[in-house]
């Protein structure tokens, strides 16, 4: 069948009634879970389950899509306006979005992200239209050793995160990396840092620290700031939100290179929407001409992680469908979802279920243009949701993000984690320790372990492997010339830092 | 509709009769039953579980509800059913991990030999073994030909999974010394045997059914005492002169230890007769998995020979680290 044949049969299967009405639901409900800090999709996806038992394999993917890449687009909203992120992924979204709303930017940056969600999303979906068996092939290039490499080069690019002391900035770094310590090693069965204890034999919980380390902290931070007076809701009416020709101009590159970003690193298995939104984060810090407007309500700022954390979304999809391999936990629950239906997914796939290939891909777009649609006259709404009195409202968010840390894994270790490292947290803004970095090491820490040692497994101990193999090197040796560069415009930096003293 | 009536009428007699196996004052099930599964929602445990809770929670009146606690390769739920009320309302539904993990994990807060009681083994999924289809490999013979003496790799899904335990046996009974792999998880060891990082390794039909269709991967045998009904040209190990390789992923169900035991083998006749039922079999055949029915001892003897078996490979293969 042409490829055109293919889009109208699969709008047609989008825009039926059915699909449509479970679209919205999905979409809904997803932006709602991703506004709400704590409650993550994992969760949302997990209670719905059921539900497909009895929806058809296209509607049940359809709704599930929709709460999927609906938590990215709410998600900013609480970590712009109340500097709590809404899933892990939209951690990097506080730094430049909260200083945003403080300076009275609020609707601004709720208006820009939505359509920096949208931006990213649709570059997904494209490239989940035209090239999904070639991505699907190219993505099998990348073994272990160019998993390491890949996460080292982004570690490097990523140092320039936080702001302030860089010393800080890498001590939280390696403080998350050993927090990525705990669990049990995949090499060799011995627990680390489990002391006895068989829940901790899974590692630290992301969203436990996540939502301790940001969430918890800043709640606790706020018991200073009872009267919120920060946002106005003046700012927030719709005239209010139109973006300045400034804004919209530094716009557009972060946009493309974040939904680039995002869309590489969400066809990745095992890489996704957080990755991709705090390395195009930090290659815009990197690129900026004036670095540091970042942290201080910089646009880019923003712009660059939504686009890329949504185009990650999308382009998740495609080693879910077409290699049958599940990139994280939230795709596994999809394709569980089509097993239940008796659907493999595999190579074989888009041939023998065109409808329900198309019909999936043409319901992102009907899905992302609800969002847009519905995202932007909530914004109103999310503000209210400000006026809510102190002692309501932050009891309230403390309250979800306990029962979205437990609803991961039923288990109340996890709440004590939430509760251990909203404590860290709190030390940590006290010193004046930045999150962002003890998220990336956290994350990126045990990947990086984990693909080293299995890559040397299958080099025999040889250590020239990363460099001998073509996209390895490849990747190495942009990291060299990132970590060279680094330096030098430190240097330099420096050095214009110095004459300007002394001109002084 | 027929069935549906016809499996009702079922359930009224079997009630019928087990009711009178109940007349010495039990009264079971008291209010709601759990049905613990030790994994994340959505695998094919999970799944199995909410279907065999539907069905039972029709039959006895009862509320039947899954509960997840995942964890520690399954042991995080194991233990939690090993520590509840002996009254058979908490009921573990796992899968052969139960047999594999203890190999590995060697600090458990329950004795898995003791601490549990089996109900029954319901289920269970066939494994095969599965090469790249760009070597040029299609029978076993040319596979252990190669692999002899080679430096070729074979996956696994992790370690103490049942898909670890079953390459070691094969490597071991073929007389290979392939260098195991581990991945995280089905989808990465997947990964690694289609962009050829791994050469060999061990999973389920369903996993790779669709890759076998599409030619990207051949099966080069079914590591069970029969063939497979999806892939009806791939020999079974015993065929193809490894008659001791037989892995498969069973789902099993436990309770506490101190549950009396006509209540258990009153549990083992009712599972046994609803996963029998036809409907039930069909709920369950898209996600792979076969149906069968056991007895109490015949499960004792079975579970004792496979942990004892496995912590032996362990021991040889070395897989598990001293404490």
């Given at each position: 069948?042409?490829?055109?044949?293919?889009?109208?049969?699969?709008?047609?299967?989008?825009?039926?009634?059915?699909?449509?009405?479970?679209?919205?639901?999905?979409?809904?409900?997803?932006?709602?879970?991703?506004?709400?800090?704590?409650?993550?999709?994992?969760?949302?996806?997990?209670?719905?389950?059921?539900?497909?038992?009895?929806?058809?394999?296209?509607?049940?993917?359809?709704?599930?899509?929709?709460?999927?890449?609906?938590?990215?687009?709410?998600?900013?909203?609480?970590?712009?306006?109340?500097?709590?992120?809404?899933?892990?992924?939209?951690?990097?979204?506080?730094?430049?979005?909260?200083?945003?709303?403080?300076?009275?930017?609020?609707?601004?940056?709720?208006?820009?992200?939505?359509?920096?969600?949208?931006?990213?999303?649709?570059?997904?979906?494209?490239?989940?239209?035209?090239?999904?068996?070639?991505?699907?092939?190219?993505?099998?290039?990348?073994?272990?050793?160019?998993?390491?490499?890949?996460?080292?080069?982004?570690?490097?690019?990523?140092?320039?995160?936080?702001?302030?002391?860089?010393?800080?900035?890498?001590?939280?770094?390696?403080?998350?990396?050993?927090?990525?310590?705990?669990?049990?090693?995949?090499?060799?069965?011995t627990g680390r840092f489990t002391f006895g204890s068989?829940?901790?034999?899974?590692?630290?919980?992301?969203?436990?620290?996540?939502?301790?380390?940001?969430?918890?902290?800043?709640?606790?931070?706020?018991?200073?700031?009872?009267?919120?007076?920060?946002?106005?809701?003046?700012?927030?009416?719709?005239?209010?939100?139109?973006?300045?020709?400034?804004?919209?101009?530094?716009?557009?590159?972060?946009?493309?290179?974040?939904?680039?970003?995002?869309?590489?690193?969400?066809?990745?298995?095992?890489?996704?929407?957080?990755?991709?939104?705090?390395?195009?984060?930090?290659?815009?810090?990197?690129?900026?001409?004036?670095?540091?407007?970042?942290?201080?309500?910089?646009?880019?700022?923003?712009?660059?992680?939504?686009?890329?954390?949504?185009?990650?979304?999308?382009?998740?999809?495609?080693?879910?469908?077409?290699?049958?391999?599940?990139?994280?936990?939230?795709?596994?629950?999809?394709?569980?979802?089509?097993?239940?239906?008796?659907?493999?997914?595999?190579?074989?796939?888009?041939?023998?279920?065109?409808?329900?290939?198309?019909?999936?891909?043409?319901?992102?777009?009907?899905?992302?243009?609800?969002?847009?649609?519905?995202?932007?006259?909530?914004?109103?709404?999310?503000?209210?949701?400000?006026?809510?009195?102190?002692?309501?409202?932050?009891?309230?968010?403390?309250?979800?993000?306990?029962?979205?840390?437990?609803?991961?894994?039923?288990?109340?270790?996890?709440?004590?984690?939430?509760?251990?490292?909203g404590a860290v947290g709190y030390g940590m803004r006290?010193?004046?320790?930045?999150?962002?970095?003890?998220?990336?090491?956290?994350?990126?820490?045990?990947?990086?372990?984990?693909?080293?040692?299995?890559?040397?497994?299958?080099?025999?101990?040889?250590?020239?492997?990363?460099?001998?193999?073509?996209?390895?090197?490849?990747?190495?040796?942009?990291?060299?010339?990132?970590?060279?560069?680094?330096?030098?415009?430190?240097?330099?930096?420096?050095?214009?830092?110095?004459?300007?003293?002394?001109?002084? | 509709?027929?069935?549906?009536?016809?499996?009702?009428?079922?359930?009224?007699?079997?009630?019928?009769?087990?009711?009178?196996?109940?007349?010495?004052?039990?009264?079971?099930?008291?209010?709601?039953?759990?049905?613990?599964?030790?994994?994340?929602?959505?695998?094919?445990?999970?799944?199995?579980?909410?279907?065999?809770?539907?069905?039972?929670?029709?039959?006895?009146?009862?509320?039947?509800?899954?509960?997840?606690?995942?964890?520690?390769?399954?042991?995080?739920?194991?233990?939690?059913?090993?520590?509840?009320?002996?009254?058979?309302?908490?009921?573990?539904?796992?899968?052969?991990?139960?047999?594999?993990?203890?190999?590995?994990?060697?600090?458990?807060?329950?004795?898995?030999?003791?601490?549990?009681?089996?109900?029954?083994?319901?289920?269970?999924?066939?494994?095969?073994?599965?090469?790249?289809?760009?070597?040029?490999?299609?029978?076993?013979?040319?596979?252990?030909?190669?692999?002899?003496?080679?430096?070729?790799?074979?996956?696994?899904?992790?370690?103490?999974?049942?898909?670890?335990?079953?390459?070691?046996?094969?490597?071991?009974?073929?007389?290979?010394?392939?260098?195991?792999?581990?991945?995280?998880?089905?989808?990465?060891?997947?990964?690694?045997?289609?962009?050829?990082?791994?050469?060999?390794?061990?999973?389920?039909?369903?996993?790779?059914?669709?890759?076998?269709?599409?030619?990207?991967?051949?099966?080069?045998?079914?590591?069970?005492?029969?063939?497979?009904?999806?892939?009806?040209?791939?020999?079974?190990?015993?065929?193809?002169?490894?008659?001791?390789?037989?892995?498969?992923?069973?789902?099993?169900?436990?309770?506490?230890?101190?549950?009396?035991?006509?209540?258990?083998?009153?549990?083992?006749?009712e599972v046994n007769e609803v996963v029998t039922s036809?409907?039930?079999?069909?709920?369950?055949?898209?996600?792979?998995?076969?149906?069968?029915?056991?007895?109490?001892?015949?499960?004792?003897?079975?579970?004792?020979?496979?942990?004892?078996?496995?912590?032996?490979?362990?021991?040889?293969?070395?897989?598990?680290?001293?404490?």
């Amino acid at each position: 069948m042409d490829f055109f044949g293919n889009l109208a049969m699969g709008l047609d299967v989008a825009l039926s009634a059915q699909n449509i009405f479970y679209c919205f639901l999905g979409a809904l409900l997803g932006t709602l879970v991703g506004v709400i800090p704590g409650v993550g999709v994992l969760t949302a996806i997990s209670m719905l389950f059921p539900l497909t038992f009895t929806l058809g394999p296209t509607t049940a993917l359809i709704m599930l899509g929709g709460i999927w890449y609906g938590t990215t687009y709410g998600g900013s909203t609480a970590s712009i306006l109340l500097n709590i992120p809404g899933t892990p992924a939209n951690a990097v979204t506080c730094l430049d979005g909260y200083p945003m709303a403080q300076q009275g930017r609020g609707g601004i940056a709720l208006f820009m992200t939505t359509v920096a969600s949208f931006f990213g999303a649709s570059v997904g979906v494209i490239l989940l239209m035209f090239f999904t068996p070639i991505i699907a092939s190219y993505a099998l290039n990348f073994g272990s050793a160019e998993y390491f490499a890949l996460m080292l080069m982004g570690l490097v690019a990523a140092s320039t995160i936080s702001e302030g002391s860089a010393i800080k900035g890498l001590a939280m770094v390696a403080l998350g990396i050993c927090f990525g310590l705990v669990g049990m090693d995949t090499q060799s069965a011995t627990g680390r840092f489990t002391f006895g204890s068989l829940g901790l034999l899974d590692g630290v919980s992301l969203i436990a620290l996540a939502m301790g380390i940001f969430g918890v902290a800043e709640v606790i931070m706020s018991v200073r700031r009872i009267d919120r007076s920060a946002i106005d809701p003046e700012t927030v009416k719709l005239k209010a939100i139109k973006p300045t020709r400034d804004d919209v101009r530094r716009s557009w590159f972060p946009l493309i290179r974040g939904a680039s970003m995002g869309s590489f690193f969400g066809t990745l298995p095992g890489t996704g929407p957080s990755i991709a939104a705090f390395l195009s984060y930090a290659v815009e810090k990197r690129i900026a001409k004036e670095p540091e407007r970042f942290g201080k309500g910089a646009i880019e700022g923003i712009m660059a992680p939504e686009a890329a954390n949504n185009a990650a979304d999308q382009t998740a999809f495609i080693p879910t469908l077409s290699l049958g391999v599940p990139g994280s936990a939230t795709m596994a629950l999809m394709l569980g979802a089509l097993m239940i239906h008796g659907i493999a997914p595999g190579p074989t796939l888009i041939s023998s279920q065109p409808q329900l290939f198309w019909g999936l891909i043409m319901s992102f777009w009907v899905g992302n243009v609800i969002l847009l649609i519905l995202n932007i006259p909530l914004i109103g709404i999310w503000v209210r949701m400000l006026m809510i009195p102190y002692h309501i409202l932050f009891p309230s968010v403390l309250l979800f993000i306990c029962i979205g840390a437990y609803s991961t894994t039923f288990n109340a270790l996890t709440v004590w984690q939430v509760f251990f490292f909203g404590a860290v947290g709190y030390g940590m803004r006290i010193f004046g320790f930045p999150g962002a970095p003890m998220l990336l090491g956290f994350v990126l820490g045990p990947l990086m372990e984990e693909h080293f040692r299995r890559a040397m497994v299958l080099s025999r101990g040889s250590f020239t492997t990363f460099i001998e193999r073509p996209v390895s090197g490849t990747i190495m040796a942009i990291t060299l010339a990132i970590l060279i560069w680094g330096v030098w415009t430190t240097i330099k930096q420096n050095k214009r830092r110095a004459r300007m003293a002394r001109e002084a | 509709m027929k069935t549906l009536k016809g499996m009702l009428a079922g359930a009224a007699m079997a009630l019928g009769l087990a009711g009178g196996a109940l007349a010495q004052g039990q009264d079971y099930p008291n209010g709601t039953v759990t049905l613990v599964v030790p994994y994340s929602p959505s695998g094919n445990t999970d799944i199995f579980g909410r279907h065999l809770a539907t069905a039972l929670q029709e039959r006895w009146g009862q509320p039947v509800v899954v509960e997840n606690k995942p964890g520690g390769g399954s042991m995080v739920g194991t233990a939690y059913v090993s520590q509840q009320a002996p009254d058979a309302q908490t009921i573990l539904l796992t899968t052969s991990a139960y047999a594999t993990a203890p190999a590995v994990y060697k600090d458990l807060p329950f004795d898995p030999a003791t601490d549990l009681k089996p109900i029954g083994i319901v289920g269970y999924t066939a494994y095969i073994l599965v090469v790249n289809a760009d070597t040029g490999i299609t029978t076993m013979e040319q596979f252990i030909e190669k692999a002899k003496g080679s430096d070729m790799f074979a996956a696994t899904a992790g370690l103490g999974t049942t898909t670890h335990f079953g390459m070691e046996k094969f490597l071991s009974d073929a007389g290979l010394d392939l260098e195991v792999v581990h991945y995280k998880g089905g989808g990465d060891a997947m990964v690694s045997i289609l962009s050829k990082e791994a050469d060999i390794y061990d999973t389920s039909v369903a996993t790779a059914g669709d890759q076998i269709k599409a030619g990207k991967l051949n099966a080069l045998a079914v590591m069970d005492d029969r063939r497979v009904t999806a892939l009806p040209d791939v020999p079974t190990t015993a065929e193809v002169g490894l008659p001791d390789v037989q892995v498969r992923q069973w789902i099993g169900m436990f309770v506490p230890k101190d549950t009396p035991d006509e209540l258990v083998e009153w549990l083992n006749s009712e599972v046994n007769e609803v996963v029998t039922s036809e409907n039930f079999a069909k709920i369950v055949e898209p996600i792979d998995i076969n149906i069968e029915t056991s007895s109490i001892p015949e499960v004792k003897e079975r579970l004792a020979r496979e942990m004892e078996k496995w912590v032996r490979l362990a021991e040889e293969r070395g897989i598990s680290q001293p404490q």
